[in-house]
């Protein structure tokens, strides 16, 4: 799957103005799929999933920084992610399905906060990276 | 069957109240279509879907998405039995449009997304948690009479 330029260019704005809030709407996407697809939760038996916790901040703010990373180096996402994909393939072995479903909870997260910016395109454009981004975590898996 | 809390139901029922049904239906096959354009494969007659705002702006998309989410008013009215609800449509989704499951889940979620942009405060974790079991409930009615 490759981003065209315009994708790019589009994923690039966003990023630039989301700014420091990444971290904020990373972490708004996991609190929405622990509420909406509760099977998720299972990975996570060690963490306070209440509203609000420190873990799951913790944890948004990780997958920010993975996110941003991968948007700085779209023209080589294997390449910016390989640590995690080895990391997910070893050691976490989360099933691929609920990256597709946290994928979808920061869509809804991002709609949300950028109602005006998300356009079809900007929604597609999303949508296709994150989808990337999924395959790339999963890429070593077997 | 699917059993929704009187917390659910408040949630969808008054989301729901809001939605233009015309205005939703028409964004949500629309992006179904921009977003994953091999869903188009069901559309062939519908003319121009060369663009996004080909897409976005063609009649037909507009009209068909009416007619969905006005079916899907159908199933806010009847959540104690999506599966009685749904039962025709879901014969004729498999012996007459031959539609691919997959389909339902992909358009139940495009239509959070809008409803999200469309309602962001109203759409908290627990709202959206709420659709996403409604839409599970619809797409699996919709699956019901596969054979």
Redesign the interface.
Known sequence: MVLTENETAILRALWRKMGDHVGIYTT?AL??VF???PSTKTYFPHFNLK?GSAQVKAHGKKVAAALTQAVAHLDNVPGALSALSDLHAHRLRVDPVNFQLLA??L???L???Y?GD????M??SL?KFLSHVNSVLVSKYR | MVHFTAEEKAAITGLWSKVNVEQAGGEAL??LL??YPWTQRFFEGFGNLSS?SA??GNPKVKAHGKKVLTSLGDAVKNLEDLKGTFAHLSELHCDKLHVDPENFRLLG?VL???L???F?KE?T??V??AW??MMTGVANALVSKYH
Do not use: W
Request: glycine content about 4%; aromatic content about 4%.
């Open positions: 708004e609190e929405r509420a909406a697809f509203p979808h909870c869509l809804v997260t709609a949300r906060h109602p998300f356009s079809p395109t929604h597609a949508d | 629309g992006r921009v977003v996004p897409i976005m979620n959070v997304i809008v999200a942009q469309l962001g759409l974790p627990q959206q948690a996403q079991k």
